[in-house]
């Protein structure tokens, strides 16, 4: 009988042996490799962390004591050891998430899966167990590439100013966070790995000097109290202890017996410590180790025996764009790209292949990034950051206040706009197009195919007094959507055939073919539909409050918001105009998504073609009753001329 399926929660680990806890440990990397192979998520990381899982539930009793994972998509091992052995339905509808859920179980803590936030977390949880006088513990398992998140040096700094406050700091060191991690912090991390440790040194002079007459025992204490000059001469960790924080390692971390030692040790020690692990992305997997781009820190559905899709979905969005980008460098000297820590899933590696010297991969600090692109610009280049569509969100303030204040040409490249679904709540991109309304002079665009995206890049890389904002979709782009006409800055997308058209659809980027099926749903019902694309859908288009005044009614369909959403501009723009049309706005109501494929979640939310048709023919018949009604009213209340 397989170890793995008689471990049922963390405490079972506890009855098995040193010898059964490695062969669990080969167990779960094969047991990985065959599920997530079919679902698709983060195998490499996962791989990379089962010892030192095993050994974090031997040492530590979760659910009293919190561990918690920064940014969560190193969590699979943690799943299977707390009682979740089923991966079937792994980031599909009503299987498991691909992150840490507080639905799932009592075990997940935190389930925000945007990087270097753990460590806040812990702060605070410390700092609340102090003020209780719970003698619970708080473990916080962060990945080197978190740790160059700013947000982690805040905390740090923090954590560090209580000696007597309880917590420990686990540094997944896998000299990666996507792809390998870069900076400052990682060539010191680099060092530490390559020097003999201070504790080995230390030890093996203590032996020695113990041995060596009269002066062997005064001169062990002599270099013991050179405490600090001695650790920065032989393993430079003196940046962790200089803000006060115990230092641990670095440890082998595909050792359970030593992992159990440390972690033991730092349990007891009463106060902030970091265990630094050094683990191996993709451990045990052949065709992970091989891959040296992100050592499949996430895939599709594979082929486990050789690592490689089981089908190409073709062209998709983040391509096209990475291919437009390497086209424009060659024409223009001055365009740099900036990456927070995602060079290849954001498309940007074929550009930096290209071009080395002019990308810049800043870690994983969007603000950082931000304000850097800004400085780019005022040197004279023009910066394009790409970034997640859900990343920008951390780096709000720098847009607006460092590059929008200061009218800096940087243009942002949001991928993974909108609905994404399998990755759940906090990776959809939803929130872009509301957040950045409020900026001023910023411009935005929200291509519908791959035409338009290079179309849109290059017009964005152009303006070079203002941020400029290119989003799309997540996945394979579909075939071209033409245009029929232009109104203005807009694009017609499907003319009605009548002076007086009932419906102006406004579509909204990537929807535009479902905006289209819309059109003729209503066309079947006899309502007429002019549909457009605006482009740039900030600032509204000055054609836009005209075009309005000649339809009874206006739709808006976007894959964002609805609060604050386009939707919301374009009817603050035709009441400012003075144009008093019903506008009715589709967009992702004001709540977080749980994790299922885009077109389920579009399903849930009503944001498909059939659901929206029906919607807008109930709307127009109400309008068509209502003037009906004030008709009948009109003459009802005609009193008869009496005699």
């Known amino acids: 009988m397989p170890l793995l399926t008689r471990i049922r929660g963390p ?4 009855r098995l042996s040193l010898e059964e806890l490695n062969q669990l440990a080969e167990e779960i990397r094969s047991f990985l490799v065959e599920a997530v192979s079919k679902t698709g998520g983060h195998l490499g990381p996962n791989l990379g962390v089962v010892e030192l899982t095993i050994a974090l539930h031997r040492v530590f009793e979760s659910p009293k004591d919190k561990v918690l994972w920064d940014t969560g998509h190193q969590s699979y091992v943690h799943k299977l050891l707390t009682g979740r052995q089923d991966f079937s ?5 009503g299987g498991l998430s691909g992150y840490p859920s507080q639905a799932e179980s009592e075990h997940d803590i935190i389930e925000n899966s945007h990087a270097s936030t753990v460590l806040g977390w812990a702060d605070g949880i410390a700092k609340a167990n102090q003020l209780m006088k719970r003698d619970d513990h708080v473990v916080a398992v962060i990945g080197d590439g978190a740790l160059t998140g700013g947000m982690a040096w805040e905390a740090l700094n923090n954590i560090a100013d209580a000696k007597d406050r309880p917590l420990v700091i686990v540094v997944n060191d896998n000299e990666r966070s996507y792809a390998p991690t870069i900076g400052g912090l990682a060539n010191h991390l680099a060092t530490l790995r390559t020097t003999d440790g201070y504790e080995r040194f230390l030890a093996r002079t203590k032996e020695v000097l113990e041995r060596t007459p009269v002066v062997g025992r005064p001169l062990y204490d002599t270099l013991h109290g050179a405490k600090k000059g001695l650790k920065d001469f032989i ?7 200089d803000l006060g924080l115990k230092y641990v390692g670095p440890i082998d971390g595909h050792d359970i017996e030593a992992l159990e030692s440390a972690l033991a040790r730092a349990k007891r020690f009463g106060g ?3 265990v630094h692990c050094l683990t191996e992305k993709g451990r045990g997997y052949q065709p992970a180790l091989q891959d ?10 594979i082929h486990p025996d050789t690592g490689l899709p089981i089908a190409s979905s073709g062209a998709d969005w983040t391509s096209v764009f990475g291919e437009e980008m390497v086209k424009l460098g060659e024409e223009r000297e001055d365009i740099v790209a900036i990456t927070a820590a995602m060079l290849q899933p954001v498309g940007l590696d074929k550009f930096a292949k290209r071009f080395p010297e002019r990308v810049y991969d800043v870690g994983i600090a969007e603000q950082h990034g931000a304000v850097s692109a800004a400085g780019l610009a005022t040197g004279g280049v023009h910066p394009v950051f790409a970034v997640y569509a859900t990343f920008l969100n951390r780096a709000f303030d720098q847009v607006l206040m460092d590059v929008a204040l200061h009218k800096c040409g940087v243009t942002f490249v949001l ?12 990776h959809n991109g939803m929130w872009d197009m509301s957040i950045l309304q409020v900026v001023p002079g910023l411009r935005l665009a929200a291509p519908r195919d791959a035409d338009q995206v290079r179309a849109q890049l290059r017009e964005a890389v152009a ?3 203002a941020p400029t904002v290119v989003r799309f979709s997540k996945g394979a782009v579909g075939p071209a959507v033409p245009a029929v006409g232009r109104v203005g800055g807009m694009d017609v997308l499907r003319e009605p055939g009548t002076d007086r058209p009932d419906v102006l659809l406004v579509s909204v980027g990537a929807l535009a073919p479902m905006c289209l099926e819309i059109a003729g749903l209503l066309d079947k019902q006899g309502i007429s539909t002019t549909v457009v694309d605006p482009r740039w859908v900030k600032p509204v288009d000055e054609a836009m409050a005209p075009l309005a005044e000649r339809h009874r009614v206006v739709v808006t369909v976007e894959d964002n918001s609805r609060v604050g959403g386009v939707g919301s501009a374009i009817a603050q723009a035709l009441r400012d105009a003075g144009v008093d049309v019903p506008l009715r706005d589709f967009g992702i109501p004001p709540r977080f998504l749980d994790h299922a494929t ?4 579009m399903a849930e939310i009503g944001l498909t073609a059939p659901d929206i048709a029906r919607q807008v023919t109930g709307l127009v018949a109400r309008l068509d009753g209502r003037y009906e009604r004030s008709a009948a009213d009109a003459v009802d209340s005609v009193e008869p001329v009496r005699d």
């Open 292 to 301: 040296e781009a992100d050592r499949f820190h996430a895939v599709g559905k």
């Open 272 to 274: 902030p410590v970091i």
């Open 415 to 426: 991928d993974r706009a909108g609905v994404t679904g399998t990755d759940g709540a906090s």
């Open 598 to 601: 885009r077109a389920e979640v």
């Open 11 to 14: 405490r079972d680990l506890d």
């Open 463 to 465: 303006v070079d007094d």
């Open 89 to 93: 339905k792994l980031k599909m509808k």
């Open 235 to 241: 393993a430079p960790q003196g940046m962790f202890e």
